[in-house]
Nanobody
Framework: VQLQASGGGLVQAGGSLRLSCSGSGRTFTTYVMGWFRQAPGKEREFVASITWSNVTTLYTDSVKSRFTISRDNAKSTVYLQMNSLKPKDTAVYYC????????????WGQGTQVTVSS
């Protein structure tokens, strides 16, 4: 699976952005898709994930009720809708994929920068 993330940018606090991650490969629909982020000087952290069937979503506590992950398997694309953005959300955001039976995220996109100004 090859992943290509896009949609980052500069936004004021309280604003919104939608990130997209396009995947290639016939087996895209079988993968669990996720978003991670890495702020300057910090380790990469989990943000959200979604199963292939759109049934199960997980979020880190700091983004619950503000971010929504979704996917369109027909388009091989996963989205991260980010609302009520805060300066602490500033980071490089990465999409990732893993098989549902494996806990390791094996496939990563190149990252897209999100900057939230106060």
């Amino acid at each position: 699976v090859q992943l290509q993330a896009s949609g980052g940018g500069l936004v004021q606090a309280g604003g919104s952005l939608r990130l997209s991650c396009s995947g290639s490969g016939r087996t895209f629909t079988t993968y669990v898709m996720g978003w991670f982020r890495q702020a300057p000087g910090k380790e990469r952290e989990f943000v959200a994930s979604i199963t292939w069937s759109n049934v199960t979503t997980l979020y880190t506590d700091s983004v619950k009720s503000r971010f929504t992950i979704s996917r369109d398997n027909a388009k091989s694309t996963v989205y991260l809708q980010m609302n009520s953005l805060k300066p602490k959300d500033t980071a490089v955001y990465y999409c990732a994929a893993r098989l549902p039976t494996i806990s390791t995220w094996d496939y990563w996109g190149q990252g897209t920068q999100v900057t939230v100004s106060s």
